[in-house]
């Protein structure tokens, strides 16, 4: 009776550079997301502030926001991913104590699996009884079919936290820049701002399918429009509290 290989050669296209990055590494969302919301909150602020205060205020402002927003991200993304982590974690056990409780019905489970996918009965039959006469490698290919994870590659808390922080962190600092290199008004903060959400939806770009002017140019838009709209909010308010 013939066995499919579960770890057969690489295909002809896996050897001549066919090969994917990681994506389950937990890094590149709260990466992205960090650098997207610390340049749009902060600049947000900023010009909120700017509308109805003087120049060292604004700079205060975008100091605090950096560093309220930065631990805020980090402490929320550790959390988040930890709680995920956790679940699945939790999920694995279950799996688990299934595959030791009930190696037969599990095995059948993954037997029929393989049929619904258009693998013969007997051949079906003879993999899975292969696949699990390993505990782990069974666990795996279960959770990997019924959760759609994989468990040696879950994403770090710590990760995503350190992501989240340093990429809010650097985003955020860039409209403060020009005040503490001695500008006094608020368009070189604008400027730098916008250029740099251009730059980051535009490097963003390399790692996803979209073109890297469209990627820029809609974090362009998305931010312009958040700083403009907070900046008209504070000149009404800085009015009508005047």
Known sequence: MAVLEMRAPLHEAHRDNHTHRDV??????????????????????????????????????????????????????????????????????????????????????????????????????????????????????????ELGVDPGDLPSPTVAAVSSFGSFALGALLPVLPYLLGATALWPAVVLALVGLFLCGAVVAKVTARTWWFSGLRQLVLGGAAAGLTYLLGTLIGTAVG
């Open 24 to 145: 389950n590494g937990g890094w590149l969302r709260p990466a992205v997301f960090g650098a997207m919301d610390g340049l749009v909150s902060n600049l947000a602020l900023m010009t909120g502030v700017a509308g109805a205060a003087s120049s060292g205020t604004v700079v205060l402002a975008g100091l605090a926001g950096l560093a309220a927003g930065a631990f805020s991200m980090a402490a929320g993304e550790y959390t988040s991913v930890a709680s995920q982590r956790e679940l699945v974690e939790a999920e694995l056990d279950v799996e688990r104590r299934q595959l030791a409780r009930h190696p037969q019905a599990e095995e059948a489970e993954l037997a029929a699996l393989y049929e619904a996918r258009g693998v013969d009965a007997g051949t079906a039959r003879e993999v899975a009884r292969q696949l699990s006469r390993d505990p782990e490698q069974a666990l795996e290919i279960h959770v990997r079919e």
